[in-house]
Protein backbone atom coordinates (compact mmCIF):
# COMPACT_ATOMS: atom_id res chain seq x y z
CA UNK A 1 0.00 0.00 0.00
CA UNK A 2 0.96 3.78 -0.75
CA UNK A 3 0.00 6.51 1.70
CA UNK A 4 -0.47 10.21 0.90
CA UNK A 5 0.47 11.64 4.30
CA UNK A 6 -0.49 15.04 3.03
CA UNK A 7 -4.01 13.86 2.35
CA UNK A 8 -4.20 11.00 4.99
CA UNK A 9 -5.70 8.68 2.32
CA UNK A 10 -4.01 5.39 1.79
CA UNK A 11 -3.52 4.31 -2.03
CA UNK A 12 -5.01 0.64 -2.12
CA UNK A 13 -5.04 -1.16 -5.89
CA UNK A 14 -3.93 -3.70 -7.85
CA UNK A 15 -2.71 -5.02 -11.62
CA UNK A 16 -4.60 -6.94 -13.46
CA UNK A 17 -8.59 -7.15 -14.25
CA UNK A 18 -11.30 -5.20 -13.10
CA UNK A 19 -14.34 -5.20 -12.60
CA UNK A 20 -16.32 -2.52 -14.50
CA UNK A 21 -19.32 -2.05 -12.13
CA UNK A 22 -17.12 -0.77 -9.27
CA UNK A 23 -15.09 1.79 -11.19
CA UNK A 24 -15.45 5.45 -11.44
CA UNK A 25 -14.90 5.57 -14.80
CA UNK A 26 -14.41 3.42 -17.66
CA UNK A 27 -11.27 1.76 -17.31
CA UNK A 28 -8.40 2.82 -19.25
CA UNK A 29 -6.05 -0.12 -21.23
CA UNK A 30 -2.53 1.10 -20.80
CA UNK A 31 0.55 -0.14 -22.46
CA UNK A 32 3.34 -0.84 -20.15
CA UNK A 33 7.06 -1.44 -21.21
CA UNK A 34 7.48 -3.10 -18.03
CA UNK A 35 4.97 -4.89 -15.59
CA UNK A 36 5.15 -4.08 -11.99
CA UNK A 37 6.78 -7.13 -10.17
CA UNK A 38 7.04 -8.81 -13.34
CA UNK A 39 9.22 -9.80 -16.29
CA UNK A 40 8.22 -8.68 -19.57
CA UNK A 41 6.09 -6.03 -21.34
CA UNK A 42 2.12 -6.01 -22.42
CA UNK A 43 -1.30 -4.24 -21.70
CA UNK A 44 -2.55 -2.84 -18.19
CA UNK A 45 -6.00 -2.00 -16.95
CA UNK A 46 -6.12 1.28 -15.25
CA UNK A 47 -9.18 2.52 -13.18
CA UNK A 48 -9.93 3.78 -9.96
CA UNK A 49 -13.12 2.60 -7.57
CA UNK A 50 -16.21 5.50 -7.48
CA UNK A 51 -15.96 7.45 -4.37
CA UNK A 52 -18.47 6.60 -1.15
CA UNK A 53 -17.71 3.82 1.54
CA UNK A 54 -16.09 0.84 0.69
CA UNK A 55 -15.40 -2.66 2.51
CA UNK A 56 -12.24 -4.65 2.98
CA UNK A 57 -11.92 -8.27 3.33
CA UNK A 58 -9.18 -10.54 3.92
CA UNK A 59 -8.72 -14.16 5.49
CA UNK A 60 -5.83 -14.33 7.75
CA UNK A 61 -4.12 -17.30 8.90
CA UNK A 62 -2.03 -17.58 12.55
CA UNK A 63 0.74 -19.95 13.29
CA UNK A 64 -1.65 -22.24 14.75
CA UNK A 65 -3.18 -22.98 11.12
CA UNK A 66 -6.69 -21.16 12.34
CA UNK A 67 -7.82 -18.68 10.06
CA UNK A 68 -9.39 -15.18 10.75
CA UNK A 69 -12.05 -12.67 9.42
CA UNK A 70 -10.11 -9.28 8.57
CA UNK A 71 -12.67 -6.53 7.94
CA UNK A 72 -11.80 -2.81 7.52
CA UNK A 73 -14.07 -0.11 6.44
CA UNK A 74 -13.50 3.36 4.54
CA UNK A 75 -14.43 6.13 2.30
CA UNK A 76 -13.06 6.18 -1.41
CA UNK A 77 -12.28 10.02 -2.20
CA UNK A 78 -11.50 11.89 -5.15
CA UNK A 79 -7.68 13.09 -5.92
CA UNK A 80 -4.97 12.86 -7.52
CA UNK A 81 -3.47 9.44 -8.23
CA UNK A 82 -0.64 7.80 -9.58
CA UNK A 83 -0.82 6.81 -13.42
CA UNK A 84 1.14 3.47 -13.53
CA UNK A 85 -1.07 0.84 -15.35
CA UNK A 86 -3.17 -0.66 -12.57
CA UNK A 87 -6.40 -0.08 -10.58
CA UNK A 88 -5.73 2.36 -7.23
CA UNK A 89 -7.93 4.22 -4.89
CA UNK A 90 -7.76 6.93 -2.63
CA UNK A 91 -9.12 5.11 0.70
CA UNK A 92 -9.86 7.33 3.69
CA UNK A 93 -10.41 5.80 7.35
CA UNK A 94 -12.01 6.81 10.87
CA UNK A 95 -8.26 6.82 12.00
CA UNK A 96 -5.01 8.41 10.54
CA UNK A 97 -4.12 6.10 7.06
CA UNK A 98 -0.82 6.00 9.31
CA UNK A 99 -2.08 3.97 11.41
CA UNK A 100 -4.50 1.85 9.65
CA UNK A 101 -2.02 0.68 7.30
CA UNK A 102 -0.37 -0.76 10.88
CA UNK A 103 -3.07 -1.88 12.52
CA UNK A 104 -4.17 -3.63 8.93
CA UNK A 105 -0.49 -5.59 8.70
CA UNK A 106 -0.45 -6.66 12.29
CA UNK A 107 -4.32 -8.09 11.83
CA UNK A 108 -2.83 -10.92 10.12
CA UNK A 109 -3.81 -10.19 6.84
CA UNK A 110 -1.99 -11.10 3.75
CA UNK A 111 -0.96 -8.78 0.92
CA UNK A 112 -4.26 -9.61 -1.18
CA UNK A 113 -7.63 -8.62 0.09
CA UNK A 114 -10.97 -7.72 -1.24
CA UNK A 115 -12.45 -4.34 -0.97
CA UNK A 116 -16.41 -4.05 -2.08
CA UNK A 117 -18.44 -1.15 -2.55
CA UNK A 118 -21.06 -0.77 -0.01
CA UNK A 119 -20.80 -1.02 3.99
CA UNK A 120 -20.84 -4.44 4.68
CA UNK A 121 -18.21 -5.40 7.91
CA UNK A 122 -21.87 -5.95 10.00
CA UNK A 123 -22.38 -8.72 7.44
CA UNK A 124 -19.05 -10.03 7.46
CA UNK A 125 -18.71 -10.59 11.27
CA UNK A 126 -22.24 -12.41 11.34
CA UNK A 127 -20.58 -14.43 8.90
CA UNK A 128 -17.51 -15.06 11.16
CA UNK A 129 -19.81 -16.12 14.12
CA UNK A 130 -22.14 -18.73 12.30
CA UNK A 131 -19.10 -20.05 11.06
CA UNK A 132 -17.03 -20.08 14.49
CA UNK A 133 -14.57 -17.70 12.55
CA UNK A 134 -12.42 -15.11 14.61
CA UNK A 135 -13.68 -11.86 13.14
CA UNK A 136 -11.19 -9.02 13.58
CA UNK A 137 -12.17 -5.77 12.48
CA UNK A 138 -9.50 -2.86 11.75
Do not use: C
Not at 111 to 132: I, K, N, P, Q, R
Request: proline residues 4%; charged residues 15%.
Amino acid sequence: YSMNLVDDVAELGHDGATNVGLTAEAPLVKPLAVFHGKSGSGNAVESTVRTGPVTLFSIGELGDGTLRFITGSGQVVEGPLMSIGNTVSRVRFAKPATTWVEDWSRSGSGHHFAMSTGSYVEDLAAASELLGVVHVAV
